[in-house]
């Protein structure tokens, strides 16, 4: 069973700052995926990465798959208040599995 | 603009009763999905379908089944409602291939058994 932990937990950051969120697995995976999920909502992918080593940038986001692809970062540069949100990432192989989130809050 | 729809945002339901909860799509995408999402433990795969009138367990799918007799549509059922059913429940698509993983959700169905 592949398990992803998400680091930290919860998040209360001031807008402007910049802020690093993790996931990270025993597991190898083929891809990792990224989704926010909005409160009352459901999530909305934002990017997906396969490549061991791949960063894309969506923006002030960041994201970083780890060279052996079991872990994997979304550092977030000068956050706003629309940053707020559940940051959830989700292991593929040949199943899926989701970590339980980063609770993140940005205060204008 | 894509778009998953669940047929509603909140429910309450008593101990016993039947609940449906249903899920459309308009992406013409052949996976769909069943998760539930509880505070601290992430979303839990139910059922998924990858064809009109396929099914497969997900790692909890005990005390529910599932039905998919349209393309579009994706149902769950609770068949005797306990209150360790009370949830969010999301319904997700996507398309075959590569494409598996990148799931589009609906806004969810937070449910509450009494």
């Known amino acids: 069973t592949q398990l992803l932990e998400q680091s930290p937990q919860f998040l209360s950051i001031q807008e402007g700052e910049n802020l690093t969120v993790y996931c990270n697995s025993s597991?190898?995976?083929?891809?990792l995926q990224w989704y926010r999920q909005e409160p009352g909502e459901g999530p909305v992918l934002l990017v997906t990465v396969v490549t061991g080593g791949e960063v894309k940038k969506l923006k002030r986001l960041t994201f970083q798959f780890g060279d052996a692809r079991k872990d994997s970062s979304l550092h977030i540069t000068a956050a706003q208040p629309g940053d707020t949100g559940l940051y959830l990432c989700a292991g593929a192989d040949n199943d899926m599995r989701f970590g339980a989130g980063t609770r993140l809050t940005v205060k204008p | 603009d894509v778009k998953v729809t669940q047929s509603s945002r909140y429910l309450v339901k008593r101990t016993g009763e039947k609940v449906f909860l249903e899920c459309v799509q308009d992406m013409d995408h052949e996976n769909m999905f069943w998760y539930r999402q509880d505070p601290g433990l992430g979303l839990r795969l139910i059922y998924f379908?990858?064809?009109?009138?396929?099914?497969e367990k997900g790692d909890i799918p005990e005390g529910y089944s599932v039905s998919r007799e349209k393309k579009e549509r994706f149902s769950l059922i609770l068949e005797s409602a306990s209150t360790n059913q009370t949830s969010m429940y999301l319904c997700?698509?996507?398309?075959?291939?590569?494409?598996?993983?990148?799931?589009?959700f609906g806004p969810g169905t937070r449910l509450t058994v009494t």
């Open positions: 597991s190898v995976f083929s891809s």
């Open positions: 997700a698509s996507s398309s075959p291939g590569p494409f598996f993983y990148e799931q589009y």
């Open positions: 379908s990858y064809d009109v009138k396929m099914k």
